[in-house]
């Protein structure tokens, strides 16, 4: 597998990450580096894990979690969406920042957007790939398209208030939603 290659896998596992990111940006109160740089490297760091995890684990359990892997990722998107839209109807500001970069909610979203990597990893061990690189690269591809999404998602949902808590809630759900609808058609 060429260097063009891992690069194109990378975007593509990376675009969940940065679809949630821009939402969950979209939603918050207020956003600095350091809360930006906290989403991003826990989505990096699972997108460096589970495929590296799928490549170790070859095809002893993918078979096990292939038929519902869809699920978990739409329930955990399902569970902060709601959680997003609960919140909007709840108060009259959008949800603070800190609430939603909690460990728990920040443990389901960066497995939620990673839990595709584990067959690209399955997918690189059946190909011969040694896993290390095309880990890194994705880690990083995901990484860099979590800080855009989130930086851009906040910037733009400042200035429509409690409403893009509801629109980012309801995006979290139908991302969640596209997942399950790709795996079953």
């Known amino acids: ?13 990376a675009m969940d990450a ?13 956003l ?3 809360q930006a740089s906290k989403m991003s490297i826990n989505f990096g760091a699972f997108h460096i894990i589970m495929p590296i995890a799928g490549w170790f684990v070859g095809s002893t359990i993918v078979w096990l979690i292939a038929s519902f892997d869809h699920w978990i990722a739409f329930l955990l998107l399902a569970f902060v969406g ?5 919140g909007a109807f709840d108060s009259e500001a959008r949800i603070e920042t800190s609430k939603v970069l909690d460990n728990l909610n920040l443990l389901f979203l960066s497995i939620a ?9 399955l997918s690189l061990y059946l190909e011969n790939v040694p896993i290390l690189m095309p880990a890194i690269i994705t880690g990083t591809v995901t990484s ?4 855009l999404g989130v930086v851009l998602g906040n910037r733009t949902g400042q200035h429509v208030g ?8 309801f995006v979290l759900i139908t991302i969640g939603f596209r997942i399950v609808i790709r795996h079953i058609l």
């Open 144 to 147: 860099a398209f979590t800080f």
């Open 18 to 30: 940065l679809s949630v990111a821009t939402a969950t940006g979209f939603g918050m109160k207020s």
């Open 1 to 13: 597998m060429d260097i063009y290659s891992i690069v194109f896998l990378a975007v593509g596992l």
């Open 162 to 169: 409690k409403w893009a808590q509801i629109i980012g809630g």
């Open 32 to 34: 600095n580096f350091r």
């Open 82 to 86: 709601g959680k997003m839209i609960h």
């Open 113 to 121: 957007v990673s839990i595709d990597a584990i067959a690209a990893g």
